[in-house]
């Protein structure tokens, strides 16, 4: 069985740097695209970064900028590097990898416990 667990979240103040880790363990033959979404208090889930096992990357517009994604595909991890921090960024923010294991013949959508941005003012 395959998991992804984060790390790298916390308290920062605004205009602050934070980088956030995700590691997927288990047993793991393939990982496409890999991605952090983020759930802000009473709003909906959205899709912050992506990035394609051979590096291409997609961002929402409000992060452009500001926040890097990036892979390590030997180590499964993808990071999230954020700087310029701000207030609205704060949010649950949660690893998403579409992972092919052993013994099972079809892609799965994963997705980590998530791990608490909080940007203060």
């Known amino acids: 069985q395959v998991r992804l667990v984060e790390s790298g979240g916390g308290l920062v103040r605004d205009g602050g740097s934070l980088r956030l880790s995700c590691v997927a363990s288990g047993s793991i033959r393939d990982i496409k695209t890999m991605g952090w979404y983020r759930r802000p208090l009473e709003k909906q889930r959205e899709l912050v970064a992506s990035?394609?096992?051979?590096?291409?990357?997609n961002y929402v517009d409000s992060v452009k900028g500001r926040f890097t994604i990036s892979r390590d595909n030997a180590e499964n991890t993808v990071y999230l590097q954020m700087d310029s921090l701000k207030p609205e960024d704060t949010a649950v923010y949660y690893c998403?990898?579409?992972?092919?294991?052993?013994?099972?013949?079809?892609?799965?959508?994963?997705w980590g416990q998530g791990t608490l941005v909080t940007v203060s003012s």
């Open positions: 998403n990898a579409e992972t092919l294991e052993l013994n099972i013949d079809r892609y799965l959508e994963l």
């Open positions: 990035i394609t096992s051979g590096g291409r990357t």
